[in-house]
Nanobody, 123 residues
């Protein structure tokens, strides 16, 4: 089954770190981009970092210098190292993948979303 799944959310104290990960699995031919979005309570969903196949990453201004995204291409996995967490980082973090899937009719481009993982920053 073609899917993306997030792991590693949870409760963390202000100033602490957390490192969620996201795995894309199934019949994948190639991954174009993978990225993290987050949706704080009562707000719109926003893009956090986006990793392209060329390795370029762009970040939301409010997380620059604190968050770092990395990838293991062989495992179709991305990680989000979050340091110096603040209460305003509290959100549901979603993984998004823009990829090419192998189907019985040939290759087909798909966009997938994970179910989300809750990150709560609180003392």
């Amino acid at each position: 089954q073609l899917q993306v799944v997030e792991f590693g959310g949870g409760l963390v104290q202000p100033g602490g770190p957390l490192r969620p990960s996201c795995l894309a699995s199934g019949r994948i031919f190639s991954i174009i981009t993978m990225g993290w979005y987050r949706q704080p309570p009562g707000k719109e969903r926003e893009l956090v970092p986006l990793i392209t196949t060329g390795g370029r990453t762009t970040y939301l201004d409010s997380v620059k210098g604190r968050f770092t995204s990395s990838s293991n291409n062989a495992k179709n996995t991305i990680y989000l190292q979050m340091n110096s967490l603040k209460p305003e980082d509290t959100a549901v973090y979603y993984c998004n993948a823009d990829l090419v899937a192998r189907t019985t009719l040939g290759n087909d481009r798909r966009e997938l979303w994970g179910q989300g993982t809750l990150v709560t920053v609180s003392s």
